[in-house]
């Protein structure tokens, strides 16, 4: 186990406090397993645990091992569907991938039978539909495209962790699958092989939970960096990323998590969670112990605590739904 | 959380002490609720010595006085520390909650 956590930044009544309460409930929960369907991920270390806060002002609250480095996996989906709509605008990319929540697992092979289409862009499918928008905007510029904005997201520059793409390329078949059933039904344009090529890269990108946290207070302020004062990604590309994130970011808990958390999000299965509270916070958390859908055992656990204590739900009692209505009615 | 009852009249005055938090709320919640179930109940809740209040908490003093006025009763707070006092103001608690300065207001008003 890791020596005793430290807290960065105590300030702002009662979070600090939280987030510390919630790391001691949770340190101890070692249920769940690593991801090791992508080889390298097996070489994590199962005891890493770490939550950190960003406030859309600058703040930051981290614990435990909120530096501890991996690879996003499926929490990119987010930040890239966003990028995607400001290339090609929010309508283009609803004809090729719709914004239903799918209820199958991450990797199914199964499109809208109502659109022919992929269900969300939080699913392999969708996600690998986004990438193809992006390649077919940048060519090969396209990952760095996709670093250079994930990376003003963060505040830092991040890279890629090649053994850890090694290994998605060399076993992503059921990627490429799908990649080649989405080239037949003519939503990706171009190379399948690039396309999906694409997608392991960003899945590769190495994040902390502190990274997430601050990539969240991103999209939680308007899409402009709290700390650098940046612009990052686009108003309302953010908005309606938030909103596919709070139905669909959970992979097939997304129903329940909307249920007990109630905050936009997105896992992925390299053990990293970040949530957003819009206008106010984003939230990252590491664990690399999953649960049989993928999400982190003890990221969805600190969330629901940190949720419950800091009326984070969107129906919570103490959330009024529009501030717009305060002021006029 | 430490919680004293006290009988003045027909008000029950319970002093709070401690955290209002998800690990304290449920039994904070139902030794109130127990006190709500009487008819037309009149509770005070002193809460000088709550030096910390989650949304959860907040969620649990809701669920109690929807309980009291259910019951065609009364429910107000007194004595209300300042960092808490933000809390119910901007979380809009305060327009539904009464909050008294302190005991004798507090009693004076729902005697």
């Known amino acids: ?329 | 959380m430490k919680l004293v009852e006290e009988t003045h009249g027909r008000v029950i005055l319970v002093t709070a002490s401690g955290r209002l938090d998800g690990t304290t709320s449920p039994a904070f919640g139902e030794r109130l609720e127990k006190l709500a179930a009487a008819v037309e109940p009149r509770l005070v809740v002193d809460f000088s010595g709550i030096d910390f209040v989650s949304s959860a908490g907040l969620r649990t003093v809701l669920t109690v006085l929807k309980r009291v006025k259910a019951a065609n009763g009364m429910l107000a707070l007194c004595a209300v520390q300042d960092p808490v006092k933000e809390v119910l103001d901007i979380t809009g608690f305060t327009g539904m909650l009464a909050v008294h300065s302190g005991r004798a207001e507090a009693l004076a008003a729902l005697a």
């Not at chain 1, 090791?36 to 994590?44: F, H, M, V």
């Not at chain 1, 989906?77 to 400001?86: N, P, R, S, T």
């Not at chain 1, 209820?103 to 193809?132: E, K, L, Q, S, Y």
Request: aromatic letters at 8%; a negative charge; hydrophobic letters at 45%.
């Open chain 1, 1 to 329: 186990m890791d020596a005793k956590p430290r807290l960065v930044e105590q300030s702002l009544f009662g979070v600090e406090s939280v987030i510390a309460t919630a790391y001691e409930h949770h340190v101890g929960n070692l249920t769940g397993a690593i991801a090791d369907y992508i080889p390298e991920l097996a070489a994590a270390d199962p005891n890493k645990f770490g939550i950190a806060v960003a406030t859309e002002s600058g703040k930051l609250f981290a614990i435990g091992d909120a530096e501890a480095p991996f690879t996003m996996q499926s929490v990119s989906k987010a930040f890239v569907y966003c990028l995607a709509q400001e290339l090609i605008g929010k309508d283009a990319v609803i004809e090729r991938v719709g914004v239903e929540p799918s209820g199958d697992a991450f990797n199914a092979i199964v499109f809208d039978p109502h659109t022919n289409r992929p269900f969300n862009p939080m699913v392999n499918a969708g996600a690998i539909t986004v990438a193809g928008i992006v390649h077919q905007v940048a060519g090969s510029g396209a990952f760095d495209l996709i670093v250079d904005r994930l990376s003003e997201a963060a505040g830092r520059r991040l890279k890629m962790d090649h053994a850890v793409y090694r290994s998605e390329a060399e076993t992503g078949h059921r990627n490429r699958a799908i990649g080649h059933l989405l080239r037949n039904v003519g939503v990706l344009k171009g190379s399948v092989d690039e396309v999906v090529d694409l997608y392991f890269r960003q899945c590769s990108i190495v994040v902390t939970a502190t990274d997430l946290a601050r990539m969240g207070a991103t999209l939680a302020n308007l899409g402009e960096n709290p700390v650098t004062g940046r612009q990052v990604f686009d108003l309302l590309a953010v908005r309606n990323t938030l909103a596919v994130m709070f139905t669909c970011g959970m992979y097939d808990y997304s129903g329940n998590w909307a249920f007990d958390v109630g905050v936009p999000a997105k896992s992925g299965v390299g053990g990293g969670i970040v949530g957003v509270v819009n206008r106010q916070l984003g939230i990252g958390t590491f664990s690399p112990r999953v649960d049989p859908k993928g999400n982190s055992v003890r990221g969805v656990a600190s969330f629901k605590e940190v949720a419950n204590e800091l009326g984070l739900h969107a129906f919570d009692s103490s959330n009024f739904g529009s501030t717009f209505i305060r002021s006029i009615v």
